[in-house]
């Protein structure tokens, strides 16, 4: 077996749960300032935070909203998202992350597949959030603010819980974020305690970060990346976070600059406006030694373009949620441009052919399967999906075929998966043709990615249609009712007959020539 591993030492397998280890990060710091509002200024120390979480946390549990049940939290980057996530963690719950802008289609799915009848929710998209409770019978919701006749998370604190609630470190799921397959809907990957701390150790010692560190928060928390490397980490590793609820470069580089910021935590399509934009040029970027990419994999070209703007390292990693989510990442002190990085500690790799599941010889290309303690529990209510993603040796395969060089570098070369990467978002091809075939003027559809270099990839339709009348713009009005905006089409091409195989799978490489 041609196995890959770092030459850095295993790390120990804490007996902490994700809380415990943020609120260790924080014993020696309580004084000091651990969460900025990137919108309003409010400032949090450690003491406090640990504070809110305790008291939210014995209040949850008072009230019987965690206790064997799943809690939904929907919202964008806030200090309240870090304290309401870490009150149910500590209060032994689990936690279910929407994307903020998904559509009451996309919500009452999630809730109802993971089971959530406690949703945390914003006044901004509260309308969106009920239309997708509506069918959902008891299911509760509560909003981060005030809106009249609606429970506040503000009111839910209680006395504090003082210490963890006892959990399996091991099988508990602390949280279920929701991942795009090659086929159907969103499946929820069941991640435990012991996932998501191996992994913010994994990430602090790979990436050489260094107590003290503040970063602008924008990537989503809801997201895996954003979860385990901007909100986690820095919490328990010494950081300081200021969040944003979203991405406005504006915003981005002067709080990049007025906070000293030694190092930008963002996908390729940010890496695209650090090369390109003019606004750059107008602050003072100077303390920045590193950006560091992840997500989606970036090209040798944009890499480079970022490192000579900034006169910085610009580095990349690998991950995905059933990893927690990193498995690679470069290291500062050996940059390799166009490489996902190194195997993380803890963390064996094989480049194997899919077809027959034997090892690929040294520095040829397959797909690449990972081990670790960061991987996954498997799939919520899925026994057939884990089973096609693990192995029963612990192996995952991750639908990427990569070639590991000489010296352990991984580079990402194609996709098995038929997954679309647009700015760091999945979008199953299947998801979105299971849309189409809804409406009742369309015969057929296939949906493929075509490469954009502000976005990575965008989805593309291919529609037989069954009223001719039927034009693009009423297309793409059906698809925006009912999805989320990185899940939208960006061109309808009509065809009349879709490829496929005589199995009946879609022939994707085909509709992709019609492309070039």
Known sequence: MGLYQTAADDLPISNLSITQRVFAGLADRLDDIV???????RRFTASTFIDQVKRLAGGLLAQGLIK???????????????????????AGGTITTLNPTYTSNEIHHQLQDSGADFLITIPEILKTAQEGIALLKDTQICVIGEVSGISSISKLYGAPLEQQVIVDLDKHSVVIPYSSGTTGLPKGVCLSHRNLVINVDQIATAAEFKQGETAAAFLPFFHIYGMTVMMNMHLACGGVLVTMPRFDLEVFLRL???HKSRRMWIVPPVA??????????????????????????????????????????????????ELSPVSHVTP????????????VPNTQCRIVNPDNGKDIVPGGEGELWIKGPQVMIGYLNNEKATQDTLNNDGWLKTGDVAIIDKDGYM??????????????FQVAPAELEAILLAHP???????????????????????????????????KDYMASTLAHYKQIHKVHFIDEIPKSPSGKILRRLLRRRLT
Request: negative net charge.
């Open 272 to 321: 695209l406006a650090l090369a390109k934009h003019p606004l750059v040029d107008k602050f003072d970027l100077s303390e920045i030694d590193q950006v560091f990419s992840g997500a989606a994999p970036m090209g040798h070209a944009l890499s480079d373009a970022v490192a000579r703007r900034l006169d910085c390292e610009m580095l990349q990693g690998f991950g995905m949620t």
């Open 441 to 475: 003027k369309i015969r057929d559809a296939a949906v493929i990615g075509k490469l954009d270099d502000e976005a990575g990839e965008v989805p593309i339709a291919f529609v037989v249609t069954i009223d001719p009348a039927l034009n693009e713009t009423q297309i």
């Open 411 to 424: 580079f990402i070369v194609d996709r098995l998966k038929e997954l679309i990467k647009y700015k760091g």
């Open 332 to 343: 500062l002190s050996g940059p390799r441009s166009g490489s996902s990085g190194l195997a």
């Open 256 to 258: 990049c600059q007025d």
């Open 35 to 41: 969460l900025i509002d990137g919108v309003d200024g």
């Open 68 to 90: 064997d049940k799943t809690v939904a939290l929907m919202a964008p980057n806030s200090p309240e998202y870090c304290l309401i996530f870490h009150a149910v963690a500590w």
